[in-house]
């Protein structure tokens, strides 16, 4: 069982359990294999948290923001349903362009470009840009290859 979805909102994406049955059943009982549809849903969750645990706290806390809730199980299912389909004959394009959206959007808030409202920021004693962008001075330090104060260069002080 997923943090973001169930196995009944992947269901759904689908025309009844004939078709994902198809796509799931290892065993050919003729019923929806569960232990797949977890594997699609979990991986759907990790790959979106891989990116996005960049700026916040994952799994993030869906409790508190039904917005929040809509959006990630919005997102996990459209990733499950690819993952899911891809055990079948072939994914249309379309289906591929709609993995390729929802990597990018979790790219975009791995970056800072994207927000999730409501979710817990990471507290991190490091900063993903090691230099400033400005400074109280005339120096340029927008061609500084390097970090000019870091642990390595202060652990002798």
């Known amino acids: 069982m997923g943090n973001y979805a169930s196995q009944s909102d992947l269901k759904d994406r689908f025309d009844g359990d004939a078709e994902v049955a198809f796509l799931t059943d290892t065993e050919e009982t003729g ?12 991986s759907a969750e990790a790959e979106i ?4 645990a960049q700026r916040f706290q994952t ?12 959006l990630l199980k919005r997102k996990t299912i459209d990733l499950a349903e690819v993952y899911l389909l891809r055990r079948g004959p072939q994914v249309s394009e379309e289906k ?7 990597l990018s959007w979790a790219k975009s808030v791995g970056k800072g470009e994207a927000q999730l409202t409501g979710a817990v920021t ?3 004693a490091t900063t993903r840009a090691p230099l400033a962008s ?11 290859p390097t970090r ?9 002080l």
Request: glycine fraction near 4%; aromatic fraction near 6%; hydrophobic fraction near 35%.
């Open 96 to 102: 591929e362009k709609q993995e390729d959206r929802v």
């Open 122 to 124: 990471v507290a991190s």
């Open 49 to 52: 948290n891989t990116w996005i």
């Open 134 to 144: 400005w400074t109280g001075s005339d120096r340029d330090l927008g061609d500084v």
């Open 31 to 42: 019923t929806p294999d569960t232990d797949v549809l977890d594997d699609c849903i979990e």
């Open 148 to 156: 000019i104060f870091s642990r390595d260069t202060m652990s002798s």
């Open 59 to 70: 799994p993030v806390d869906v409790s508190l923001d039904t917005e929040l809730a809509r």
